[in-house]
């Protein structure tokens, strides 16, 4: 009874069904899964509304979803009277789930429907991760051992059963009159990269075939030796990778390839036992047919995989998981290491993805364009276009599609992000601030690919991006996913970002330049190399607080022309500088000196130990109200300034609330900035909240005053003005050639800062203050 959809509608609307909902089964669903308060109940494949009507009298809120008309018709009809029912028209293996609640459920049911799945694996890990925390799901079915010949089609033997529930942490399995009653809890999020024992020494060439769907999903069978594993095996004498690869996979999967579509790319090598192994990894960019088991003494069965789950598919044979990290690198995170010597030529990008990403996709650009991060139909466009979460397989679809954030990519050994894809507003607004238009050359410092591709998109469709980093894993998987899912005009060059990309240099210099790690110098090269009127964009560290700054060169100046208050991944290269931090109070609390001299802290643990002195400022402003222009103001024309950190214990007896406004060291004595709130209204807007001045020390009160006045003057001069003018200068340039302002010395270059108020002679009176002090 292998019927498609309009098949099943068929059968409901003749009025024929299954085995109707039995006591026994109502007794188990209560006990074990009963409804919490506010309960939400998810049903796949439900018929005529049995069970979507049970769950409702048990107090959950129902979303009831089958892929045939006519078994909605009939539920609605026949379970009339059932409250907080919703009837969804939804294909849950292949239809966009956008209809379902983002909110999660706290139980998804699947009642005599698993076996007709094809996709298993991959329908039961999408589901999963719409589990709220203590959800479960709950599979009912039928079982080959009690189910008869011809009906076997609608049972799961016991391989099946123990490949669905080996992925949970918990399973609680019951009998309901002869069906399996599986309760299923907290899925696992790991892989074991298995071996299969000495290879034939015949065998130590052999190719594994990396195919794909429409929707960008992987191929792999469910091997008799329990481990999933891509289509591949030996390369008979002869043959070579690609003959291998197309022959394998119409013997195992039954799909027709030409050779032409199959691209060579990399060899790896390892060892098992005493045998040298070498893969060939052979990717397909076209193929037609329908996966089928034809060798049922080696594979289950073939279903088609989400990348971002493959990291908790289970047991993977060890050569299919190294192919898979090696055309998806970080999707198989901690495989052991192997050699891969890539293959010269490129293969041609390969399509494919879900209306549900195109849907994401779309939703993440109105996003963006609502709060105004990109105006513009160029970049609108590229957004809509350039596909997120190919450049992060390793996340799923509305991770990969969240406008707010950035996915972490690679992480350093204890943990810290060293690599990621910005969020998507931030790259919006980078590229906006560009003034890119088509034809044009970008340089990018840091690579990853999504924001080289949103350029590339963005010039086209002749404009060319080169990307640097010198990382090269970064390097690796962002040329794997260009080469995937990119335009062709994406160059990643291995390199120190702050030396530019010499030998990829246009005559007249770059159109653009964008920085996407932070950083606390400007380096020389990036103005050298870009060409005269035209902008460099980077995030650039002052004082501690990071802004992403467009700047445009005006012969050896650039000058600012927007601020955005931003935060990136640190520098790694040759110019990455470690602020120095100094402990105080046991550890609590943490000094950090980010720009200018060091700073005498002498007596700054005894000054903690006392009594602290406070002064309200008289500057009131409503709750969420931004103030990072305060925060540059203060960095750049107060002497003696510093960033503050606190655990959470010092936060409420020592510093509250200090850990985001300028902080004053000087004569064993401390200051900070914070804030008290006044008045609780019923929105933030309607809350008000004071500047205060926290001092300790025997010159707190004398710093106190500093920081009052700094933050009165802000309000008076800055507060409704934003960001003032700021030139770059080179490092050397004389004080006479510089305009008046506040100056901040970095390394390679000299930043001025115009601030409304400030009197030329007091900016330049703080400037030698700071020379005087180094």
Not at 133 to 162: C, F, K, Q, Y
Not at 366 to 379: H, L, M, N, R, T
Not at 474 to 488: C, Y
Not at 745 to 772: H, I, M, N, Y
Request: charged share 25%; glycine share 8%; aromatic share 6%.
């Amino acid at each position: 009874m292998a019927y498609d959809r309009s098949e099943w509608s068929t059968h409901y609307y003749e009025g024929r069904g299954f085995r109707p909902l039995r006591d026994v089964e109502r007794e188990l669903i209560a006990r074990h899964t009963p409804a919490p308060d506010g309960g939400r109940a998810l049903e796949v494949g439900c018929g005529t509304g049995d069970l979507a009507g049970h769950l409702a009298g048990l107090g959950y809120a129902v979303d009831a979803v089958d892929f045939a008309e006519g078994a909605l018709t009939r539920a609605c009809k026949e379970q009339e009277r059932a409250e907080g029912v919703r009837w969804l028209c939804l294909d849950i293996e292949r239809d966009d789930p956008s209809e379902l609640h983002d909110e999660g459920y706290d139980l998804i049911t699947m009642r005599l429907m698993l076996a007709s799945v094809s996709d298993r694996s991959r329908v039961m890990r999408s589901l999963a991760a719409r589990l709220r925390p203590g959800g479960a799901v709950v599979v009912i079915t039928p079982v080959a051992a009690s189910t008869s010949e011809e009906r076997r089609h609608i049972a799961l033997d016991e391989d099946e059963v123990n490949l669905l529930t080996e992925c949970w942490e918990r399973v609680e399995r019951c009998d309901a009159d002869g069906l399996a009653f599986l309760v299923l809890r907290d899925p696992a999020s790991t892989y074991q990269s298995l071996e299969k024992g000495r290879p034939e020494p015949q065998a130590v060439l052999g190719a594994c075939t990396v195919v794909t769907d429409d929707c960008g999903r992987v191929l792999l069978g469910h091997s008799t030796r329990g481990m999933w594993e891509l289509p591949g095996g030996r390369i008979e004498t002869g043959e070579s990778a690609q003959e291998a690869s197309v022959r394998e996979l119409g013997e195992e999967a039954c799909l027709s390839a030409r050779l032409e579509d199959a691209h060579l790319l990399t060899i790896l090598h390892d060892d098992r036992a005493d045998v040298r192994r070498i893969t060939a990894v052979v990717r397909l960019s076209a193929w037609t047919g329908t996966p089928q088991v034809s060798e049922p003494h080696r594979f289950t069965r073939w279903e088609w995989h989400d990348l971002h789950t493959l990291s908790g598919l289970g047991p993977l044979f060890a050569p299919s998981a190294q192919a898979l990290e090696a055309v998806w690198p970080g999707v198989l995170p901690g495989l052991p290491p192997v050699r891969s010597y890539p293959h010269a030529d490129v293969p041609p990008a390969v399509g494919g993805e879900s209306a549900e990403a195109v849907q994401l996709r779309w939703k993440m650009t109105d996003a963006v364009v609502a709060k105004g991060w990109a105006p513009s139909a160029s970049v609108q466009q590229a957004l809509r276009t350039v596909p997120r979460h190919r450049f992060t397989p390793e996340t799923s679809l509305r991770t990969a599609y969240d406008d707010d954030l950035a996915v972490a990519t690679r992480r350093d050994e204890a943990g810290m992000t060293i690599s990621s894809v910005s969020a998507a507003w931030l790259q919006a607004d980078m590229i906006e601030n560009l003034h890119l238009e088509p034809g044009m050359t970008v340089f990018e410092a840091g690579s990853g690919g999504y924001n080289a591709e949103l350029m590339a998109a963005v010039t086209a469709p002749t404009g060319k991006v080169i990307t640097a980093d010198l990382d090269p894993y970064v390097l690796h998987r962002t040329r794997r996913f260009t080469a995937e899912a990119g335009s062709g005009r994406v160059t990643a060059v291995l390199g120190d970002g702050s030396l530019g990309a010499l030998g990829h240099v246009p005559a007249e210099g770059f159109d653009g330049i964008s920085i996407t790690h932070n950083v606390w110098d400007i380096a020389p090269a990036w103005r050298h190399q870009l060409a005269q009127g035209r902008y460099l964009v980077l995030p650039l560290e002052i004082h501690g607080y990071t802004r992403a700054i467009a700047l445009q060169r005006q012969g050896d100046v650039l000058h600012a022309r927007t601020w955005t208050v931003c935060g990136f991944v640190r520098d790694q290269g040759a110019a990455a500088r470690t602020a120095q931090t100094v402990t105080l109070a046991e550890g609590r609390v943490q000094l950090h000196f980010h720009d200018g001299p060091d700073l005498e802290t002498t007596g700054l643990d005894e000054a903690l130990r006392g009594e602290r002195h406070e002064v309200p400022t008289g500057v009131v402003m409503p709750g969420m109200y931004p103030f990072d222009t305060l925060q540059v103001y203060a960095a750049t024309t107060l002497p003696g300034h510093c960033r503050l950190t606190a655990d959470r214990s010092a936060a409420t007896a020592l510093v509250a609330g200090g850990e985001y406004l300028p902080v004053l060291v000087a004569d064993e004595s401390l200051a900070y900035l914070t804030t008290v709130q006044l008045h609780q209204g019923e929105t933030p807007a309607e809350s008000r909240w004071e500047f205060y001045a926290h001092a300790y020390g025997p010159a707190g009160p004398v710093l106190a005053d500093q920081l009052t006045a700094c933050a009165q003057e802000w309000d008076r001069r800055v507060r409704h003005t934003g960001y003032p003018p700021m030139t770059v200068h080179p490092a050397g340039t004389p004080e006479h050639e510089l305009p008046a302002g506040d100056v901040l010395d970095k390394a390679s270059c000299r930043l001025v800062f115009q601030w409304p108020g400030r009197p030329a002679a007091e900016s330049k009176a703080l400037t030698a203050a700071g020379s005087a002090r180094e």
